[in-house]
Every structure is written in structure tokens, then in C-alpha cells.
């Protein structure tokens, strides 16, 4: 008891000596103090902000509902798909070293990827991670392919007028899922009918010019039959397998990206 | 039996299933249930059918897990809401974001699937007790009012309900008496039902049991269409019928006790006996009163609770709330309701929203700094721009180059009540496609209404299309089959049909409608919908759902595809309708008329609709 006693006389001595301090400085130097503090802390803060959004580290897996998206996000952190999948509801983050690189020494840079939904419903999604996002895997259900090409189609050419993708050429790779499956389309198949799909996307999209919502930007060369090479973002071709873990050229093409 | 337990997280890993009752599913429910339900903010629902199955689930919203339980649709599983709930709870405790498997909650899951069955097999035993005492109470009821008069009301009420069971007996007893008219039977079965009667009468003076069980065997033989005990549950009948009416009399005057009384008596003359058994069901309604005196209390905390000082409230908006609470988003989620009313949604649909906004909130932490009406309003907007949001592709330029593609016109049908504005807006698509170098024809099929075909061939010689038409008085859906035909002849490369405005209830020319959109199975089904409209949208689009799905002859029924609405300039900022009629049909709105020119047709834009429907 007598302790504390004595503490709370020494933390009121303490507190009187602060004040009459304070109260020996003038005025306007301490508003100033204060003000030069605060000025200080904001711009560290924005810097330190503005600093990491220019090394961004952030790779978006986007694609149809269904073409495996989430198996992949899985196998790219834990090498497993652990027990299957079902549609997501909202994105999957994380930063990690990815799994195959774990036995690698030395210090790796993790990678923030980012797993978003491909419900139609929930697109809009997508658009909040475009701004940050440093490459983009576009992932297509090689399988069940030829039923969805306009749907894919569709939402590749959304990605890539956007305005975001186009200003900072976000690299773009087109990844044929589930090739482990024997009816499978090759990705060169699956290339040529994206490009004739988007071709025609272009036809009719630069029509719905009355429309209050239209892409910000073209793609393609204009008079010329589209292909990827047009884009002024790189676009290229891949194939995995989410569910047996073949996830080579995904990873060599995130680590093309985003130096280890 | 269950066929399926799930425990996903929202991000879609599969985190635990049940092995031991893994069947495997027929299709695929569990992503049926999450693309149809669940994101079309309809998870303030309580169940989803698939198939034969019957799907269940929970949400764990500050975990981000998600339970779903699957069983036969033909079984009645009770103890599913019950074993969900304990499931997510003990789940939730051995829930750790980084591990992935959950073997050991094998063992857990086991017990708890056996407790929750226990539960439900007693449950349903206390309610076959309680039922029964239901219809026995009636004839008690004058002296339990007396004792307990504070218990009046609630005893109507159960009063009501087994008066409308029985009725529902007697419903049931007459069918089955039409269908055996035979008069010796009918005599024999009164001789056998007296005595039956006597005898469960004479035990039923000290139990209930006696009178229960001549329930239950009346209405067991009753379904299975033997005559003698259903004579006694008539009987019953007509005393609750009797006593029931009176008693709704006694809640607003309770002199007439004692002629309710005699009243009773008088009609169950054969029964006076029971009046002991109903001291007994005082009782067994005392300790159920008591029961419910035992939750007031804990209802009234809550309000108190709720009645925090200024001061901890801001504490609380500091710090974070630990979890959200249903209380907690009551008044946020009632103020935001009727924010959306005044923006003209109709009112089923806000109050659905706020339910599925609701359940997947509750249970969440509140981040520090934010109030739960700002939390409410940002799971609002999000919920809203993924219903506004379109499901299909709305790029109707695409689908006439495949129609194109294809050497067959792309045939559009305009459907719609009286007056929204079908031909004018007609005209200003024909008048978009027009100008994308898009040849078009018009089909006038509206030979209904005089001056129909006059006004769309004004509209035809205006923007130089050639329209097809044939009068008045001819089947619309031959007129429309043959235009078609001559678009295919003379290359058209749309087909823009023209139908009569109907109201959704008139059920002959919903039955046109339904013909010609079978007979010639458009490219498109285009409702077209005035945004002034408020709570009919919803019953004008289900059901002419409903028409067109019911009358339609062939397998594969044709629904409305996509919405156009018409007089947008006209309602300031009373955007309702388009959410009411996205939300209630899942067809995206795929113009929008908002003037008197050809020109003044515009795309839906999501973001600004939501942003003033939350204004």
C-alpha cells in the first residue's frame, strides 16, 4: 500500500514538473511542435503507402466459375488441393512463398495472390484488385471448353480493355486447366477460338456506343484480324493441371514477374 | 437419414465432410446452392430443393464458414437446424484459418449427429403429447380462464390452431365419407364407434391419455379410410368448433363465461366427465406459462442491454464490437428498409434483402471505427450491385452475329402489361440495331388492341424497316411464325415481335403468349416494365413467370430472358423497380427507355442505381 502511495506522489510530482514545463515554453512553438509532428508521421505513412504500391507484388487469378481456380490458389501455397473445392463466395488471399520454392535457401519474396471469384454475380469484384495487381493468370477449363468459350471470351476482353490493364500493360496469361483430362483442348485450340471469339467481341462491343457503360479502351489493331500479339500487354499461353499439381509454367510465369 | 454434411469456407475449400455417410450426390446441389441461392441474396431462406435432395445451411460470418446439410427431399429431418447449430459451434472451436484437415472432428461429429437425433426423437414425442392436450384443453377452457385468466390469450390461441387441424380432419373424414357411401357400413361403424368411444371415455376421466389415444386412432384410421373412429373425431369437432368461436368472444368480454359454459355442455353433453381432466391440464399449462415467463425476462434484457450510454457506444465504435448481434442490426437494418421502400422497392423484396444482409452479418466483428449502420450499408451496396449485376451476357450484338452466323433471323419478343410502352421502345431498338448496320424487321402481332398495327407501321415508316403484318383478329403467334419465316426468306437479320399488352391475371391471353413463345421460341423474351411501378413489379413478373412456365406445352419451358425498362426519366430518383424486378425474375435489365426520342435508349448503370437506392 505504502508503495503505491509513494508511486502516485512520484507520478504527481512528475506530472507537475510536465506542466510547469510546458507552460515555460511559449505558445505558438508548441502548436508548431505539434504540427510538424503530425506533418512528419502523414508523410511517412503516405510514402510508405506509395512505396509498396510501386513494388506490387500481387498476382490475380481470374477466369470462369469453374475452371479451377481455387484448386489452383491451393496447390501454388500448399501443393495440395486438399479436399476439393466448391464456388466461392468471396476471394481468396494470401502472401506466401509458393509451396515449390519453399526448399529453395536463401531469402524468396513472397507473392500476394489473390483468387477471385468467377460467379457473374460477383465481376465486380475483380475490379478492386485489377489496380494493384502486377500480372494476371487467367485461368480457362480446357475440358469443358467449347460451352464457355463465349462466356470466357467475354470476360478475357472485359480484363483486357480495361483501363487499368491496358495503362500499366499487366501481363496477361491465358491457362488451360485440367489438361491431365484425356478430352482436353490443346492451347493452341483454345487460343485461336479466344482470339476469333474476341474478334467478334470487337465488332459488336464498339457498337454499343449509345450504351452509358462502354470499355474505356480498344483492343487490337484496328483493319487486322485479332491476336494476342496486338495487345499492348504481353499475353501468353500455358497449361496446368490444378488437380495433379502442375503448376510449372503458372509459377515460372509469376516468377517472371515478380523476381524472387 | 443425411446424405451429406459440408463445412467450406466462403473462399470454396472444402475443409471437413462426413466419410462415414459420404454418399456420393447426385449432380452437383452444393454449387447449385451457392450459384441460385446464396449469391442471389436469397440465404435468408430456409431451405433450397435440388433434385430430390433438400439442402440446409449456416453461416459462421466471422469465420467465413459456411455448413451445409444434404438429405432427401421425402425425409423430414427435424433435428437438421439443431445438429447445424451444434455443429458450427463446436466446429468453430477448432477452427484455425492455417490447418486444412480435420480428421478428428470425425469422432465430434458422430456424437453430436446422435445427441441431435435423441433431441429430435424426444421433441417429437413431447409434441405428440402436447397436441392432443391441445384438443382436449377446449373443453377445459372455462375453468382455466377462470384460474388464469392472464393465460386467456395465449390458450386461444392454441385454441384457433386445433380447431383449424380439425378442421382440416373434418375435411379429410368427408372425403373419405363420399368415397364409402354404403349405408351398413356407415350403421355398423356408429354401432362400433359408441362403444369405443364409452370405453376410452371411461379411462379418459383420469388420463389423458384414454382421449389421446382415440385421437391418434382417429385419425390414423382415419387416413387409411375406416370409418368407425372418425365418427368421434367429428364429434370432437363440432365441440371445438363451438368452443373456439365463444372463446374469441371471451377475450373481449369475459361475462359471458358461464354462458360459454353451458354452451359447451350443451354440445358435448356426452363428455361431462372431463372437466377433472382439465385441472390437470392447468397444471401442464402452468409449467408451459412458467416457461414462457422464464424467456419474457430475458427478452426485455436485451432492449436494456441495448440502452448503453453515449459514452460506451463510442468506446465500442474504438474498439470493435466483439460480435454482432441480430439485435444489434435490427434498427440499422429496419432504417435501411424503409430507405429502400421510399426509393419505391417493393416491399417484399427489401424486407428479403435485409434478411440475407442479415444472415451474413450476424456473428461478424465489427472493425474498429465503424458504426453498424455504415457495416449494414456496405454489405447492402455489395449485395446489391451482385444482384444488378448480370448473370448472363447482356451483348445482344453478339448474339445477332451468331443468330447471323447461323442464317436465321434473331427474334425478339416484347411482352408486358397494358400501356408501359412496348411499341414505342420497340421502335428505339429497331432503331439501335439500325444503326449497327443490323437489318431489321417488325412483326406486328398486337391484333388485339385497334390502332396497334397502325401505330408500329408509323413507327416502321419513320425509320424506313419493313414491318410484317396481317390485321386484326389473327392468331399472334401464326402472324409471328410467319414473319419469322419471311425474315429468313428475305435475310432479315432481327425480328422484332410486337405482342398485346395483357394484365398478368387474364388467363386467356397469357395462354396466347405462352403459344406463341413455344411455337416460335425466340432468341429473347423481353419484358417490358414501366419503372414507375412499385410492389406490382414483383407480382407482374413472377407471374408471368408463372404463365409462361405453366402453360407452356413442350419440356423445356421459355421464361423471360431480360428486362427493358421503359419511363426511367420520369421517376427522379425512385430507381426501385429495377432492383425489384432483377431481384424477383434474375433476368438482367438490358435497356432502359428514358425519353420520347429513338435515341433515348441507355445500358443499365449498376453503380449509380445503387448508389441512389442508398442515398
Redesign the interface.
Known amino acids: 500500500m505504502e508503495n503505491l502511495e509513494d508511486l502516485k506522489m512520484m507520478a504527481e510530482q512528475w506530472s507537475n514538473q510536465g506542466i510547469e514545463y510546458l507552460q515555460k515554453i511559449p505558445q505558438d512553438q508548441l502548436y508548431a511542435a505539434v504540427g510538424v509532428l503530425l506533418f512528419t508521421t502523414v508523410l511517412l505513412l503516405l510514402s510508405i503507402r506509395l512505396v509498396r504500391r510501386t513494388k506490387s507484388n500481387t498476382v490475380l487469378l481470374s477466369g470462369l466459375?469453374?475452371s479451377g481456380k481455387?484448386v489452383l490458389f491451393?496447390q501454388l501455397r500448399?501443393g495440395?488441393s486438399?479436399?476439393?473445392?466448391?464456388?466461392?463466395?468471396?476471394?481468396?488471399e494470401g502472401t506466401f512463398v509458393l509451396h515449390s520454392e519453399n526448399t529453395k535457401k536463401g531469402k524468396v519474396k513472397p507473392v500476394h495472390l489473390v483468387?477471385v471469384?468467377g460467379?457473374?454475380?460477383?465481376?465486380?469484384k475483380l475490379e478492386e484488385f485489377l489496380p494493384q495487381a502486377a500480372a494476371i493468370v487467367f485461368v480457362v477449363d480446357a475440358l469443358e471448353f467449347l460451352p464457355n468459350c463465349?462466356?470466357a471470351s467475354?470476360y478475357l476482353y472485359d480484363i483486357l480493355t480495361n483501363a487499368n490493364v491496358v495503362k500499366k500493360k499487366i501481363p496477361v496469361l491465358l491457362c488451360c486447366n485440367k489438361t491431365d483430362k484425356l478430352t482436353a483442348h490443346t492451347k493452341e485450340f483454345i487460343r485461336k477460338q479466344m482470339e476469333k471469339e474476341i474478334e467478334?467481341?470487337r465488332?459488336?462491343?464498339s457498337?454499343?456506343s449509345?450504351?452509358?457503360?462502354a470499355n474505356d479502351y480498344t483492343i487490337g489493331i484496328e483493319g487486322e484480324v485479332f491476336s494476342f500479339s496486338h495487345c499492348c500487354n504481353k499475353v501468353t499461353v500455358a497449361e496446368a493441371s490444378g488437380l495433379n499439381g502442375e503448376t510449372v509454367q503458372v509459377q515460372d510465369f509469376i516468377r517472371e514477374y515478380i523476381k524472387p | 437419414m443425411l446424405e451429406q454434411l459440408?463445412i467450406?469456407?466462403?473462399?470454396?475449400?472444402?475443409?471437413?465432410?462426413c466419410k462415414e455417410i459420404g454418399n456420393a450426390l447426385k449432380g452437383s446441389p452444393?454449387?447449385t446452392l451457392?450459384?441460385s441461392c446464396?449469391?442471389?441474396e436469397r440465404s435468408g431462406e430456409v431451405s433450397f430443393n435440388y433434385g430430390a435432395y433438400t439442402l440446409k445451411w449456416t453461416f459462421h460470418n466471422e469465420l467465413?464458414l459456411?455448413f451445409v446439410a444434404v438429405y432427401q427431399k421425402i425425409l423430414q429431418l427435424l433435428y437438421v437446424d439443431d445438429l447445424l447449430s451444434i455443429v458450427k459451434q463446436s466446429f468453430s472451436e477448432m477452427y484455425d484459418p492455417k490447418r486444412?484437415?480435420y480428421d478428428d472432428f470425425e469422432e465430434t461429429f458422430r456424437q453430436l449427429s446422435v445427441e441431435a437425433e435423441a433431441r429430435a426423437e424426444e421433441m417429437k414425442r413431447t409434441k405428440q403429447v402436447v397436441k392432443p392436450l391441445n384438443g382436449v384443453k377446449k373443453q377445459g377452457q372455462v375453468s382455466k380462464e377462470e384460474t388464469k385468466k392472464s393465460n386467456g390469450e395465449k390458450k386461444d390461441d392454441e385454441g384457433k390452431v386445433s380447431s383449424v387441424s380439425n378442421g382440416n380432419h373434418k375435411m379429410e373424414d368427408d372425403v373419405a365419407n363420399g368415397k364409402e357411401n354404403s349405408a351398413d357400413n356407415n350403421i355398423n361403424s356408429v354401432g362400433v364407434d359408441v362403444s369405443k368411444l364409452a370405453k376410452l371415455r371411461s379411462k379418459g376421466v383420469r388420463g389423458r391419455g384414454g382421449l389421446r389415444k382415440a385421437d391418434s386412432l382417429g385419425s390414423n384410421k382415419g387416413s387409411s379410410k375406416v370409418e368407425p373412429p372418425k365418427k368421434a373425431t367429428k364429434k370432437n369437432r363440432v365441440w371445438d368448433d363451438a368452443a373456439a368461436a365463444p372463446k374469441q368472444e371471451e377475450k373481449l368480454d369475459f361475462t359471458d363465461e358461464n354462458g360459454d359454459n353451458g354452451h359447451v355442455d350443451v354440445v358435448a353433453a356426452a363428455d361431462q366427465g372431463e372437466s377433472m381432466m382439465d385441472k390437470e391440464e392447468v397444471f401442464s399449462s402452468d409449467s408451459e406459462s412458467e416457461d414462457d415467463d422464464d424467456d419474457e425476462p430475458r427478452s426485455d434484457e436485451k432492449p436494456e442491454a441495448k440502452k448503453k450510454g453515449w459514452f460506451s457506444s463510442v468506446f465500442q465504435s474504438i474498439t470493435g464490437k466483439a460480435n454482432l448481434e441480430r439485435t444489434d442490426l435490427e434498427p440499422a437494418l429496419k432504417a435501411l428498409k424503409e430507405r429502400l421502400m421510399t426509393k419505391n422497392v417493393a416491399e417484399e423484396i427489401a424486407e428479403k434483402l435485409c434478411e440475407s444482409v442479415e444472415a451474413s452479418l450476424e456473428g461478424k466483428k465489427l472493425a474498429s471505427f465503424t458504426r453498424i449502420s455504415s457495416t449494414v450499408q456496405g454489405a447492402m451496396e455489395d449485395a446489391l450491385?451482385?444482384?444488378l449485376?448480370?448473370?448472363?451476357?447482356i451483348?445482344i450484338?453478339?448474339d445477332?452475329?451468331?443468330a447471323k452466323e447461323q442464317r436465321r433471323p434473331y427474334v425478339v419478343v416484347f411482352v408486358g402489361v397494358n400501356g408501359v410502352g412496348k411499341s414505342t421502345n420497340l421502335a428505339k431498338v429497331a432503331y439501335?440495331l439500325q444503326?449497327?448496320k443490323v437489318s431489321v424487321m417488325m412483326a406486328a402481332c398486337d391484333t388485339f388492341r385497334s390502332g396497334a398495327v397502325e401505330q408500329l407501321r408509323t413507327h416502321a415508316r419513320r425509320l424506313q424497316i419493313p414491318i410484317f403484318e396481317k390485321g386484326y383478329e389473327k392468331d399472334p403467334a401464326v402472324v409471328a411464325k410467319e414473319a419469322i419465316q419471311e425474315a429468313t426468306r428475305n435475310g432479315s437479320d432481327v425480328v422484332l415481335v410486337d405482342t398485346a399488352g395483357r394484365m398478368q391475371d387474364n388467363e386467356p391471353l397469357m395462354r396466347a403468349l405462352s403459344k406463341l413463345i413455344n411455337l416460335n421460341k425466340p432468341d429473347l423474351v423481353l419484358f417490358v416494365g414501366e419503372a414507375l411501378v412499385g410492389n406490382d413489379a414483383v407480382d407482374q413478373l413472377s407471374k408471368f413467370n408463372q404463365k409462361l412456365s405453366d402453360l407452356s406445352t413442350s419440356g423445356n419451358t421459355r421464361l423471360i430472358d431480360g428486362i427493358l425498362l421503359t419511363k426511367f426519366d420520369t421517376i427522379d430518383d425512385k430507381v426501385g423497380a429495377a432492383l425489384s424486378m432483377v431481384y424477383i425474375s434474375g433476368a438482367p435489365v438490358m435497356f432502359v427507355g428514358c425519353g420520347q426520342s429513338y435515341?433515348d435508349?441507355?445500358?443499365l448503370?449498376?453503380k449509380a442505381i445503387v448508389k441512389t437506392l442508398l442515398k
Open positions: 466459375s469453374g481455387t491451393y500448399d495440395s486438399h479436399q476439393g473445392t466448391v464456388t466461392s463466395m468471396e476471394p481468396n483468387d471469384p460467379h457473374s454475380r460477383l465481376r465486380p463465349r462466356a467475354e467478334k467481341l465488332a459488336s462491343r457498337a454499343v449509345t450504351a452509358d457503360i | 459440408l467450406f469456407t466462403r473462399g470454396g475449400l472444402i475443409l471437413w465432410t452444393i454449387d451457392i450459384r446464396l449469391l442471389e467465413g459456411v486444412m484437415r450491385i451482385r444482384i449485376t448480370p448473370r448472363r451476357s451483348d450484338m453478339r445477332v452475329h451468331a439501335w444503326q449497327h435515341t435508349l441507355k445500358k448503370n449498376v
